[in-house]
């Protein structure tokens, strides 16, 4: 089968700062099957045509950049039927090893289950099946050592619960209130933990404050008072679907005003369009899960 392809962006290093990149290793599902047939978020309309060659272009400059930058990129195989396995972060959630698996609200997804827990173990990762319905990596974003927890439209308050006993850490959770960012890692971008000067660790995340109810803001604004406040603007070309090595933030080329927030702070944007992908709700951390593997420390 040929693919088309499109030519990486330019990558470009940036002015010196101590913002440092760190090694990633992500699992990515090339959409050879993505289509819009059906309605689950309201950027859907399935009476739109979709490019599923386009798509796929698109797609393949993500990770084809994720490589240029050093990372590495694993692949599980997308599955007639299954439009939707292209948006990975959905797929589990993964901590030093230790895979939970998804237990998705809407029926159309629940086939992607099973493969993605099959890839888990396949892989050597140690699989826990889900008891509670959440949604992977789409609603859990690990900030340091915290993990942050989306609720409101797919995952469950209850599933925060048994991602504390699973992983042993601590889950803050935060309630989305705008159907159009219905998982967190649309309303959150984690930019850090990056190694700063002295070797201190520090958490840094970027989000959307109209997408989260007034208690959530105001443990955001506690916790991360250093935090890049996204305007609404961005967020609406969901430019807070981000991925972050530290340094490097794969953003959407249309979040003009946050690639200029991020590069204020001594980020270097990395522009990407997923223009075709949006229209299943989905942008460049919906197509990027992080494995994080004890061997390599957490990369």
Not at 93 to 119: C, H, N, S, T, Y
Not at 177 to 206: C, K, M, W
């Amino acid at each position: 089968m040929s693919t088309q392809h499109t030519s990486a962006p330019e990558i470009v290093s940036g002015t010196a700062s101590d913002r440092i990149p760190q090694h990633r290793r992500y699992l990515m599902c090339r959409p050879e099957y993505f289509t819009v047939t059906y309605r689950i978020n309201p950027w859907m309309e399935p009476a739109n045509p979709t490019d599923t060659a386009k798509a796929v272009a698109q797609w393949q400059t993500l990770h084809d950049a994720y490589i240029a930058l050093g990372h590495e990129v694993e692949l599980i195989d997308p599955i007639p039927g299954l439009p939707d396995m292209v948006y990975t972060a959905n797929g589990g959630f993964v901590i030093d090893g230790v895979a939970l698996g998804v237990k998705f609200r809407v029926d159309e997804r629940r086939g992607e289950e099973r493969p993605f827990m099959d890839w888990f173990a396949s892989h050597g990762l140690e699989v826990v099946e889900p008891v509670l319905v959440q949604e992977g990596e789409g609603d859990f974003l690990l900030v340091g050592d915290t993990i942050l927890a989306g609720m409101g439209f797919r995952s469950t308050g209850e599933s925060h619960r048994e991602l504390a006993e699973v992983f042993g850490k601590e889950v803050v959770s935060l309630t989305l209130v705008n159907p159009s960012f219905y998982h967190l890692d649309t309303a959150i971008a984690v930019l850090d933990p990056v190694q700063g000067p002295g070797g201190v660790e520090r958490a840094n995340i970027a989000y959307l404050p109209s997408a989260f109810d007034d208690r959530s803001r105001a443990i955001l604004e506690e916790r991360y008072p250093d935090a890049i406040l996204v305007s609404d603007e961005d967020g609406a070309v969901f430019g807070l679907n981000a991925a972050s090595d530290g340094r490097n933030v794969f953003i959407s080329p249309r979040a003009t005003g946050f690639a200029a927030q991020l590069r204020e702070r001594g980020y270097t944007p990395v522009p990407i369009d997923l223009s075709e992908l949006l229209l299943g709700g989905g942008g460049i951390k919906c197509c990027t899960l992080e494995l994080r593997g004890r061997a390599n420390g957490g990369a």
